[in-house]
């Protein structure tokens, strides 16, 4: 039997056997010289055989406690981040063949860390030198254009391409940018330095951002909660995700519209909003409107590159909150976000 491999359950088992066969060669002498009293004296050894055993038993359990409470600790404190932690294995039977396994599932995780630790140090090499690639030639076009603009006075058609040009080159940055940002975030390169920031200051940074904008094509951003909110956060990535939200609105915005930054406390929640009274979103679309480059069929905006929302999405859960979307086609759209407390 497999349980015997192991050689303290064989003592045990042994040394119980040995009490029993001792007891009953008591009872057989008490019972061969026929002494008087003889169901006392039995008793008396029925008695003792079982508090022997039951020492027998106790000393075995408490070693195997030990045992599996300094099992516990390794792995606890492999938990913890002690990643050179092991678990003596040294002798035979189940619970040291899962130990084994445990060891050997601790070197396993240690070489996928080690690989993945590998991984993001590529890819962040890679991200540095394409976002470097991409700049360079970037800032160049648009300086190229700038150029002709200035000698194109007097030819309408040559300024009129050179300013499609410059819209063009523009959407290409944001997209890189955003791609870059994106892939960082997926890849756990960006380490969050969060500080307790006030939601007013924030909300006011981004109204400022947008406000050259929005009077420019004549819509207005109001500004609604306390000035005394603060909350735990990177105080840039979450006005890069905001602003996301606020510039989606503006885009799907008429003239004459109005987006809103509301924020308020719950028990045990910030909850920050960005709502607009634009067309909406359509029902069928609204559980894809946080996938990347998902653009609706009903879609006429030709500006849209489809990664304002999954980037926001990705920084507020970055933060460990919740980003979710509410619509009425016709009416406007509101995206709310919470983060604990």
Not at 215 to 242: V, Y
Not at 319 to 338: K, P, Q, V, Y
Request: aromatic share 10%.
């Amino acid at each position: 039997m497999k349980i015997f491999v192991n050689r303290k359950i064989k003592r045990l088992f042994g040394s119980i056997l040995l009490c029993i066969l001792v007891f009953t060669l008591i009872v057989v002498l008490l019972i061969g010289f026929e002494v008087g009293n003889m169901a006392v004296y039995m008793i008396i050894c029925f008695w003792l055989m079982s508090a022997a055993i039951l020492v027998l038993c106790y000393g075995y359990f408490k070693e195997q406690h030990k045992i599996m409470e300094n099992a516990i600790l390794q792995i606890t404190e492999y938990i913890s981040g002690n990643k050179d932690v092991t678990i003596e294995c040294n002798d035979e039977g189940e619970l040291y063949r899962l130990f084994h396994e445990v060891n050997s599932l601790v070197a396993i995780l240690n070489a996928h860390a080690e690989n993945e630790k590998n991984t993001k140090k590529f890819l962040k090499n890679i991200l540095a030198d394409i976002s470097h690639q991409l700049k360079t030639p970037l800032a160049a076009l648009n300086i190229y254009i700038g150029l002709i603009q200035d000698e194109a006075e007097g030819l309408p058609t040559v300024q009129e391409f050179s300013r499609l040009s410059e819209q063009e080159l523009d959407r290409i940055e944001v997209l890189v940018q955003n791609l870059l940002k994106i892939t960082k975030l997926d890849a756990g390169m960006i380490v969050l330095e969060k500080s307790l920031e006030n939601v007013s200051e924030i909300a006011e940074s981004v109204k400022r951002h947008f406000l050259f904008r929005a009077n420019q094509e004549g819509k207005e951003i109001c500004l609604s909660g306390s000035e005394e909110t603060t909350f735990l956060c990177d105080r840039s990535w979450i006005m890069e995700a905001i602003s996301n939200l606020v510039k989606n609105a503006l885009d799907h915005t008429e003239k004459g519209g109005c987006i809103r930054i509301e924020w308020q406390v719950f028990a045990s929640i910030v909850q920050i909003a960005v709502k607009d009274n634009g067309g909406g979103i359509y029902p069928e679309d609204l559980h894809y409107i946080f996938k990347r480059f998902y653009r609706s069929r009903y879609s006429k905006d030709t500006w849209g590159l489809g990664l304002g929302l999954p980037l926001a999405k990705a920084i507020v859960e970055a933060h460990n909150g919740t980003i979710e979307a509410d619509s009425i086609l016709g009416r406007g759209t509101s995206f709310t976000m919470n983060f604990l407390i």
